[in-house]
């Protein structure tokens, strides 16, 4: 079993849709990412939290720690919003290095 | 303007071949990483480097090479050792390890013919 898991691994939407995609891990953990790849395979950063919620834009990131769960949802969706959603956790990996561990992605499409 | 560069964004490659691949950054990071990404599988860590003159192997190290002479660069060399070398690669930097979130370059495509 992978240590990030992520669904839907596909998501289908119509413009103006509310779309959600979810994160789940099975670490101990002490920060998680939410990326964002679009066709052309360059990475940004949307998000990073440790706990609670997050808000920029249309997008808002939540975390609970204790179900080891975090959310991306994107309210009214567009087309651009279409991308590959990428979960990363940041885990202790021994002395003072700490790593991420990605999940596979959910391809993202919004249809106009 | 502040970011992170890969060049070149399409490589080809014959078996066989040592292929160096480059990331350079001006965000002031001491850390950067260098990733591989392969189609249906999360991106996994090769190297990494918390500052200069020192690296890390990550997950995947075997058949790969790094140096950090410079705080701005950090080229990554495919071997030829490196059983499946055709692959995504992605650099990325941070303020150091473990602390604030990761940039990422565009990413070299390299293609072994």
């Known amino acids: 079993k992978n240590e990030v898991e992520q669904s839907p691994q596909n998501l289908t939407a119509q413009e103006g849709e509310f779309i959600t995609i979810n994160c789940s891990y099975s670490?101990?953990?002490?920060?998680l990412h939410w990326l964002q790849q679009h066709p052309g395979g360059g990475i940004v950063s949307l998000f990073m939290l440790s706990s609670g919620k997050k808000k920029h834009g249309r997008l808002i990131a939540t975390i609970n720690i204790q179900e080891k769960h975090s959310s991306l949802h994107i309210t009214a969706s567009h087309p651009r919003d279409s991308a590959v959603y990428i979960c990363?956790?940041?885990?202790?990996?021994?002395?003072?290095?700490?790593?991420?561990?990605f999940g596979k992605g959910t391809l993202l499409t919004v249809n106009p | 303007d502040g970011g992170i560069t890969q060049s070149p964004k399409y490589l080809f490659r014959k078996e066989g071949q040592n292929v160096t691949l480059s990331c350079e950054q001006n965000?002031?990071?001491?850390?950067m990483y260098w990733y591989r990404q392969d189609p249906g599988q999360g991106l996994r860590l090769i190297y990494y480097s918390q500052i200069v003159n020192d690296f890390q192997k990550g997950d995947i190290a075997e058949g790969y090479s790094v140096s950090r002479e410079k705080k701005e660069s950090f080229p990554l060399t495919v071997t030829s050792a490196q059983k499946n070398p055709t692959a995504f690669y992605l650099c990325?930097?941070?303020?150091?390890?473990?602390?604030?979130?990761?940039?990422f370059g565009p990413g070299t495509r390299l293609t072994v013919l």
């Open positions: 965000l002031n990071h001491d850390a």
């Open positions: 670490v101990g953990i002490s920060a």
């Open positions: 990363a956790v940041r885990r202790w990996s021994g002395g003072s290095n700490y790593k991420l561990t």
């Open positions: 990325a930097s941070s303020i150091r390890t473990g602390f604030g979130e990761q940039f």
